[in-house]
């Protein structure tokens, strides 16, 4: 089956680093995806893993470890704008679909 | 980056009726489309996968003869929405990913919010 656990909300204060952690069990794996969607949009990309290690993409990192089924997105110096939910998600099958988490609730706070 | 554009971001229409949803690669092919849906603070749930030329490969509980899909060419999916009933106003979302590109970011269209009445 697919499983993907992420927790549902989270609260950080502007300038502070926050990191929202994701498990997975799915039967098949091709690469990790973090995406941020801000209420009623579309979802933005943010990162794509699909070796173990770390990414780093400006203020946003991404960590993948296959061989626990966990990844991490880390966020530095929050700003007001990245309150948002952040979804987590796995590529599988043939057509590389993606299954989606329940996506976490971040509130940036002053 | 590459644009997935959905058209109409959207609709009210009465019970019964049926309402189609367009999903378009605007600088790319896909021979690949996923339509998902998303209730309120909820995530996405992945629908379908659409093939170009092919019929639509549905996920588990998905009725196919209630959501049904078309992708006639390598730019353009369609998803209706047969005999709209309250319970399915929802936020439907559309993403693609470029031709032979099996791995890699997904492009998601704006979305499409149904309201049944």
């Known amino acids: 089956g697919q499983n993907i656990d992420q927790p549902t909300e989270m609260t950080a204060t502007e300038g502070a680093i926050v990191q929202i952690n994701c498990t997975y069990q799915?039967?098949?794996?091709?690469?990790l995806f973090w995406y941020q969607q801000h209420a009623g949009e579309a979802p933005t990309f943010l990162s794509y893993?699909?070796?173990?290690g770390l990414e780093e993409k400006g203020r946003f990192s991404s960590f993948l470890s296959r061989s626990k089924g966990y990844s991490y997105l880390l966020l530095k110096e929050l700003q007001m704008k990245d309150s948002a939910s952040y979804l987590c998600?796995?590529?599988?099958?043939?057509?590389?679909?993606?299954?989606f988490g329940a996506g976490t609730r971040l509130a940036v706070h002053p | 980056g590459a644009v997935v554009s959905q058209h109409p971001s959207r609709v009210i229409c009465k019970s019964g009726t049926s309402v189609k949803i367009e999903c378009r690669s605007l600088?790319?092919?896909?021979?690949?489309m996923f339509w998902y849906r998303q209730f309120p603070k909820k995530s996405l749930m992945l629908m379908a996968t659409?093939?170009?030329?092919?019929?639509?490969?549905?996920e588990q509980g998905v009725e196919k003869d209630k959501f049904l899909i078309n992708h006639a060419s390598l730019t353009l999916s369609t998803l209706t929405v047969t005999s709209a009933h309250p319970e399915d106003s929802s936020f439907y979302i559309c993403s693609a990913r470029e031709l032979r590109e099996n791995t890699g970011e997904l492009f998601f269209g704006e979305g499409s919010r149904l309201t049944v009445l």
């Open positions: 799915t039967s098949g794996f091709n690469g």
């Open positions: 600088d790319f092919q896909a021979t690949t």
């Open positions: 659409s093939n170009e030329g092919s019929k639509a490969t549905y």
């Open positions: 998600a796995v590529g599988s099958g043939g057509y590389n679909k993606l299954i």
């Open positions: 893993n699909v070796l173990d």
